[in-house]
């Protein structure tokens, strides 16, 4: 059997007329990264216990062994989701131990610096 590149993706537009930031969130682990991209009004606010506020924009689940790096995946995703703008916000679930806004995997040999990403990302 062979190894897909892409497990899976969905996309949904938002109403046109709204504007909106982009948020992106994701899980990254030894094996996968699964990405989400929200557009949220910068109106909006953040109640403790409540679903975050935004509308799904595009989600999409990679298999990392098909990628040099973290960067790279984000990279892909944001142009795949044919994104507006660079995300405002981003947070994300790594496999390891983060120091210093970093993660160096435990298992797979890769690193997630947050101003390298940023910085990569414009």
């Known amino acids: 059997r062979t ?3 892409h497990a899976h993706s969905w996309l949904h537009r938002m109403p046109p007329g709204k504007e909106a930031v982009l948020v992106l969130v994701g899980d990254c682990g030894g094996t996968n990264t699964r990405l989400q991209l929200y557009a949220v009004s910068p109106s909006a606010t953040v109640t403790t216990g409540a ?4 509308d799904l924009v595009y989600e999409k689940h990679y298999l990392n062994a098909a ?12 142009k795949e989701a044919n994104a507006s703008s660079t995300p405002s916000a981003a947070c994300f679930a790594v496999a390891g131990p983060v120091d210093k806004n970093a993660v160096t995997f435990t298992n797979r040999n890769w690193r997630i610096d947050g101003p390298e990403v940023e910085s990569s990302l414009g």
């Not at 679903?51 to 935004?54: F, Q, R």
């Open 67 to 78: 990628y040099g790096g973290f960067e790279e995946v984000v990279k892909l995703f944001l």
């Open 51 to 54: 679903k975050a506020p935004g």
């Open 3 to 5: 190894k897909q590149r």
